[in-house]
């Protein structure tokens, strides 16, 4: 009998102990750190007593000197650090792709090995000896390529963590941080930073510029001024992020300590409450990994905290969008501010996860909001938290506003894409979607435009607003997509009905949403479930033949209530409704027995 | 004469009051609690029995609330759970998506689009199940798109921190 010998399984390659995500949060915080560092180290070189006179100056500014002098050791040693702490993070990423790939394969190997003992166990002559023994040699052949790229990934994995090792005990003493601070080598701050500065508002140069920089470099412009870089269109999603994250750490850290001593002002306070809601957010989605990269997988892209009123100004996306074939990124309408994020983030996830389960890609999800939305309670007029912006709310002038801003943001996109150009889509909601149409009739360099819940848009047809395609989503029982002018009127302060046939965008199916007065306004939130969600899905995955449709307003079957009449169908069908359960509870306890009966 | 004057105006108000409320609010807690229930059950029971057959190990997972709608019109809860866990391939990624289908099946989960080879998504009440699955990660969300609720309870629910799981081995 001929003995066949079929290798033995491929052994699996180790679970990563340093991962990516945890390299993140190391970098995040030494980031962090480093921030605050050096806001102490700048202030420190700045102080000065022009009051005193003689010794007791000359003490004061030796002092004071000296101390920023030892600070920049520590702001030395903490950008090597970052740096490091960086290059270990990319390391640990390109070893998690590694680690994708090999397991796939080791699971294939695996399985054609147990495939190929089951049929030789099977076989009950030797007819197929020679079979077995080529596939046997082949599968051999895979297996020990296998086996010694995964011993190649273990000592890349172990070198990589030797070589971090190395790079912060190089700096974990005073004597070492000083010998960094004098290094020739130091990246020129101030210069770096004036040359940043210049190149805002043109997001290509500055992304051209930005990555001639060394990794120390874009590291030390990082923790010198995280707001700048954090919020720079332009730059890479990823080291935007970083920047945004140390920015949020050292606003956490200073203020809470500011607060616990009674000193916070009251801009301090709306910023620590807003730097709070954007960890809150965050820490929803901790657990939620790239499965790409290992990382996390939400990315701050924009983080201004002081900005906006006090109501601050917020981007997180889901994915990266800089690598995603698929990228969309929307903009949430009237009372929105960074307290909004946390309930915004599910609605853009459910959108992201959908969009990836389409399957045609990769796909990036980025909620926006860095404009000054309208505040205020539109249904209760004497709800203590603010009364209704009304003039924020009837004019466009802040739609505008936020539509520049937009644009800017999607011209930093555009910027920073790398590889293929990504498939973009905007998407407005609410008030958001003026703000997006104003965006769209000045340019916005997108694929597709989905407006849902539009109170207007600023052209009277979908050709006049961009060349993009635009898709529309608007509940006929959602009385904010009533209020612009159409076929049956409409008030029109802000625009165009853009589900009015008239206006030429393609309207896809939504559902009319519940026809109860108390429920309106519910509908003007839906459109990120069901099958509005679906179809924004199709659209942002480049999917658009799977998208199905409903009648513009105007056209055959697109009939609908105005906004008098669904305020006064659905006021009679609520209280239609009350009065039977109101009935029905009376007959209930009109009975003898019941509480009615003396 | 006089009583069945006197019902129209309390029929009235009862017909404004029950017809027109977002729920009261102990109806609405226990709306969240059993789905709350239901979550815990599914974690400890189906999304245990993906993890076995996929031979996964490590999990780390977090429970969150949000509310629905927009801070004027809370409208609801959303209630997501999301675990990830490390694999180190046992299985082919084919192998994987076929056994995962058939466990939330058996666990009386609707999945409709069986073949998608991005993520596994079944349904089951309030709760969509959602596992992505790769060679070396396996991300699971059990979610409650949204549970109506009074304003009340979706603030309360949506002012709670995030919340760590626990993993019985």
Known sequence: MTIIHVPAHVPACP????????????????????????????????????????????????????????????????????????????????????????????????????????????????????????????????ADGLVARIDTWVRDRDAAEADLVAALRGVDTVAEGVQAAADPGRPDVAALTTRLRGLRGDPTGLAAWWATLSRAEQEALTTEHPELVGNADGLPITDRDEANRAALGRDLDYLTQRRDDGQLSAAEKRVLENATYVRDALGEYADQIDPETGAALANVVVYQPGLHSGDGGIAISFGNPDTADHVSVNVPGLTSETSSTSGNLAKTLALHQAALDEGKG??????????????????????????????????????????????????????????????????????????????????????????????GQPTGTAAELTGADVWVGSMDHDPVSLLGTGDRGGIGALGHDPADVDFGGHRFETGDGALRVE???????????????????????????????????????????????????????????????????????????????? | MMRALGTVPLTLLLAL?????????????????????????????????????????????????????????????????????????????????????????????????????????????????????????????????????????????????????TWSS
């Open chain 1, 15 to 142: 679970i990563m102990v340093s991962t990516p995500v945890g390299a993140q949060r190391l970098g995040t915080d030494l980031r962090a750190v480093a921030v605050a560092v050096k806001n102490v180290q700048g202030w420190a070189s700045s102080i000065s007593a022009p009051e005193w006179e003689g010794d007791t100056a000359d003490a004061h500014d030796h002092a004071a000197t000296r101390f920023a002098v030892r600070l920049d050791g520590a702001e030395a040693a903490l950008d090597r650090a970052v740096t490091a702490a960086d290059l270990f993070e990319e390391r640990l990423a390109a070893l998690f792709e590694r680690r994708t790939t090999l397991t796939a394969e080791r699971a294939e190997v695996n399985a054609d090995i147990d495939t190929l003992s089951t049929e030789i166990a099977a076989a009950t002559d030797e007819s197929r000896v020679p079979e077995f023994e080529r596939r046997a040699a082949r599968l051999t052949t895979r």
């Open chain 1, 362 to 455: 990769t796909v990036a999800s980025v909620y926006w909001l860095d404009y000054d939305a309208p505040s205020g309670n539109p249904i209760n007029p004497f709800d203590p938290l603010g009364q209704l912006d009304f003039g924020g709310v009837a004019l466009t002038d802040k739609a505008e506003a936020g539509g520049e801003r937009f644009g800017d943001f999607i011209d930093g996109l555009r910027a920073s894409d790398e590889g293929d150009r990504a498939h973009l889509t905007a998407i407005g909601h609410s008030y958001g979607s003026t703000a997006v149409g104003y965006a769209l009739h000045d340019g916005l360099p997108v694929d597709d435009a989905i407006i849902i819940g539009s109170p």
């Open chain 1, 519 to 598: 429920k309106l306004l519910d509908n003007h939130s839906s459109y990120f479930s069901g099958t509005s969600l679906d179809n924004m899905a199709h659209v942002v995955a480049g999917n658009e033949g799977e998208v199905s449709y409903q009648p513009g307003r105007g056209a055959p079957g697109g009939d609908y209530l105005t906004l008098s009449e669904l305020l006064a169908v659905s006021t009679t069908a609520t209280v239609g409704d009350g009065l039977l359960a109101g009935g029905t509870w009376l007959l209930e306890h009109l009975r003898p027995g019941g509480i009615m009966v003396p």
């Open chain 2, 17 to 165: 009051g029950l017809g027109g409320c977002g729920g009261n609010d102990d109806d609405s807690r226990q709306a969240v609690e059993d789905a709350v229930r239901q979550a815990d059950e599914t974690i400890d029971g189906v999304v245990h029995q993906v993890a076995a057959a996929l031979h996964l190990a490590g999990a780390q997972g977090s429970r969150s609330f949000t509310i629905c709608g927009e801070s004027y019109a809370p409208r609801g809860v959303v209630m997501q759970n999301f675990l990830r866990f490390t694999a180190s391939g046992e299985l082919t990624q084919e192998n994987a998506f076929v056994a995962t289908v058939g466990l939330l099946r058996d666990d009386g989960w609707t999945v409709d689009d069986p073949a998608n080879r991005v993520s596994v998504v079944g349904t089951k009440g309030p709760l969509t199940l959602r596992v992505e699955i790769h060679p070396t990660l396996v991300q699971v969300g059990v979610t409650a798109p949204c549970i109506e609720t009074s304003d009340d309870i979706a603030e309360e629910y949506a002012d709670r921190p995030t919340a760590d799981l």
